[in-house]
């Protein structure tokens, strides 16, 4: 039972434009929403979060957008760079003591010269 | 460095065998979650502890055990170990109970079993 699913294994997208990762989920439980950024050989790192009672969180070039109703959140990155390629996975606290991320599957971006 | 330590980053053994994965956690971080990661599988939890004590338990094998030490060190022991074992295995701490502050990953152990 996916709960985070990121239905989009890969994504490529040209230097300077912008990069869109999408992520659905299915429990209307989740509260908060959390995006991490993985190298090769590296561990994930944490990007960007959103609570649920917001519908944008900004960073920089890093934008996540929440929609409660489609159960839908997006991770924009803009301008996109080379350095940008990695393994992107989104992820959701779930709902009991513990607070154990509940993590997509991943997808993989990269950002071509 | 992200202040999450994790020995050794590779390790390569025999089927049968039997591994023990260590993790030290950022300073002052108290939650400790292990995750293991195979080429066609996300990030599959297996178990947290909390201060020294079990917290949850994912999919982790009952040839894999957890313990969390006094000094808040971590040790994942995999026991038996079978070709589909291989993988990247991560730590990761947390300040607090739960992830809403955000992990922080260390760079993982890739063990390899052959």
């Known amino acids: 039972d996916q709960q985070v699913k990121q239905n989009s294994p890969s994504l490529s997208v040209q230097e300077g434009r912008i990069s869109i990762l999408n992520c659905d989920y299915t429990n209307s439980m989740f509260d908060y929403f959390l995006w991490y950024k993985k190298y090769p050989a590296e561990g994930p790192t944490f990007l960007i979060s959103i609570s649920s009672i917001k519908d944008k969180n900004e960073d920089g070039r890093f934008t996540v957008f929440l929609n409660k109703s489609a159960k839908h959140l997006s991770l924009h990155i803009v301008p996109s760079q080379p350095g940008d390629s990695a393994v992107y996975f989104c992820?959701?606290?779930?709902?009991?003591?513990?607070?154990?991320?509940?993590w997509g599957l991943g997808t993989s971006l990269a950002v071509n010269p | 460095d992200s202040g999450v330590t994790q020995t050794p980053k590779h390790l390569i053994t025999a089927t049968g065998q039997r591994v023990t994965l260590r993790c030290s956690p950022r300073s002052g971080d108290l939650s400790v979650y292990w995750y293991q990661q195979s080429l066609d599988q996300g990030l599959q939890f297996l178990i947290q502890y909390y201060n020294g004590e079990e917290r949850a338990k994912g999919n982790i094998l009952e040839r894999f055990s957890a313990q969390q030490f006094p000094d808040l060190h971590s040790e994942l022991n995999l026991s038996s170990l079978e070709l589909g074992d291989s993988a990247l295995y991560f730590c990761?701490?947390?300040?607090?109970?739960?992830?809403?502050?955000?992990?922080?990953f260390g760079s993982g152990t890739r063990l390899t079993v052959v």
């Open positions: 992820a959701a606290p779930n709902a009991g003591n513990n607070r154990k991320l509940i």
């Open positions: 990761a701490s947390t300040p607090m109970g739960g992830p809403s502050y955000g992990y922080t």
